[in-house]
């Protein structure tokens, strides 16, 4: 196997300045910070557009974005200005201002159907949580709200809350039961559907799915998947709640990941890139079920910052640009053009397996050479600082690739970042067959 590398530079990872400033915050800094953060041990001084600078002045190409949180960027001059002024005037309480009215109005015009009650949160968590309690109001089913989640952050730490269940999501590539699609003949529904029959009193709140599973990798389900868990929804009584945290607000190549199927749920849960860097999430529900109490009652459903006048102003600006930027359509077609790359890497590269993804929220796996087993974390790593070194970042220290950079991102920068790519996934390959 041959490389050529397109970045010849090498940069001092971390640099001495933010060496320096990352040992004084590790001081006193309780443990668990992100992964990144972590392993990079960078110091960011500032950033402009889908670019990232530290204090030693490394230049580096953002393909993570806080994990799809800076939708529009670093230092958009109009999120700037918005932010500025409104700092200027109020930052905090629940009053109404003139960026909250706005604001409501316009996600009940973006968002599909009769989506048009926004509730505001500051974070993802408290927004799923405050979907769940809606969905309890709404259906009086106290038990039996059913996560269709998964991930390995939740070992340890049970037993879970009573009357949460999870399923197995449609990951085609890595089947949880062994079986090939459309073979399978939806097995992963059918077994959804027999947990609910066998280990619940059936009195199901809602099924909770988001419509590309962010955390185990963007891992695209196939069409048909979101449908199918509506119908099943509609069966039990129970709502249909889509999590777009990862993927609202055009990082699919559509304002809303569930227009790729057409899929209208009762309530659907936004967030990250929502406030393009401000903490900033919201559930949205149909107006009858967002009137439900005793969710609907006064304080019933508030937060002490969701919803405050920074956090709308960032909001509204953060829509307002994707919208009069084109960032959607930007989105779609740049994303399209990244996973066509990416795709040639499976038979260029016998580390790259499954590449996945819509508009610019793609992922893929990292194989050992001849196999679907994941690499290991101890090569993963040495490709991430590898990457890192040559200017570019990325969540690739685990096998199970997520790129989602800013949706300003410009062409070049987005290709130039994988053409480093692919060079540092040729020598990792060439390490592991060498």
């Not at 994990?67 to 109020?90: D, E, L, N, T």
């Not at 066998?198 to 809602?206: F, G, P, R, S």
């Not at 990082?251 to 227009?259: L, N, P, Q």
């Not at 909001?315 to 994707?322: D, G, K, L, Q, Y």
Request: charged letters at 20%.
């Amino acid at each position: 196997m041959t490389c050529v590398t397109h970045t010849l530079r090498r940069l001092q990872v971390p640099g001495p300045k933010s060496k320096a400033l990352f040992d004084a915050e590790a001081l006193y800094l309780a443990p668990g910070t992100q992964s990144v953060a972590l392993f990079s041990q960078l110091s960011i001084d500032h950033g402009d557009g889908a670019v990232l600078y530290d204090v030693d002045g490394n230049r580096y190409v953002d393909l993570l974005a806080g994990v799809g949180v800076a939708s529009i960027g670093y230092a958009h001059p109009k999120y700037v200005a918005a932010m500025q002024r409104q700092i200027a005037r109020v930052h905090v309480g629940s009053f109404t201002t003139e960026h909250r009215a706005a604001l409501v109005k316009l996600i009940a015009e973006l968002t599909p159907g009769d989506l048009n009650r926004t509730q505001f949160y500051s974070s993802g968590a408290e927004a799923i949580e405050a979907a769940l309690r809606l969905a309890k109001s709404r259906t009086g089913k106290t038990g039996g709200v059913l996560p269709v989640l998964g991930s390995s952050f939740k070992h340890a730490l049970g037993p879970l809350m009573p009357g949460a269940y999870l399923s197995p999501y449609a990951s085609c590539a890595r089947c949880a039961f062994g079986k090939t699609f459309p073979s399978c003949e939806w097995h992963c529904v059918d077994f959804l559907r027999k947990k609910i029959e066998l280990e619940t009193t059936k009195d199901v709140a809602a099924i909770i799915v988001e419509p590309i599973q962010g955390t185990a990798g963007n891992v695209v389900p196939p069409p048909g998947y979101l449908k199918l868990l509506r119908e099943l929804a509609d069966s039990l009584g129970a709502l249909l709640i889509c999590d777009e945290m990862i993927t609202g607000f055009g990082r699919t190549g559509k304002m809303f990941a569930i227009e790729h199927e057409s899929v209208l749920p009762d309530i659907l849960t936004v967030g990250k890139g929502f406030g393009g860097g401000f903490p900033m999430s919201g559930v949205i529900a149909r107006e009858e079920i967002a009137f439900s109490q005793p969710w609907a009652n006064a304080s019933g459903s508030s937060s002490s910052y969701g919803g405050n006048p920074l956090a709308a102003a960032a909001a509204r600006v953060t829509i307002e640009t994707i919208i009069e930027d084109q960032l959607v359509e930007h989105a779609r077609r740049l994303g399209a053009k990244m996973l066509a790359e990416l795709k040639r890497w499976e038979a260029e590269l016998p580390i790259v397996s499954d590449v996945r993804g819509r508009g610019l929220m793609i992922g893929m796996d990292l194989v050992v050479p001849g196999t679907r087993r994941l690499l290991d974390k101890k090569t993963t790593r040495w490709i991430f600082d590898t990457l890192l070194a040559r200017g570019v970042l990325a969540m690739i220290y685990n096998p199970e690739v997520r790129i989602n950079p800013p949706l300003v991102i410009d062409e070049d920068q987005a290709l130039g970042a994988l053409a480093t790519m692919k060079d540092v996934l040729g020598e990792a390959a060439e390490r592991l067959v060498g």
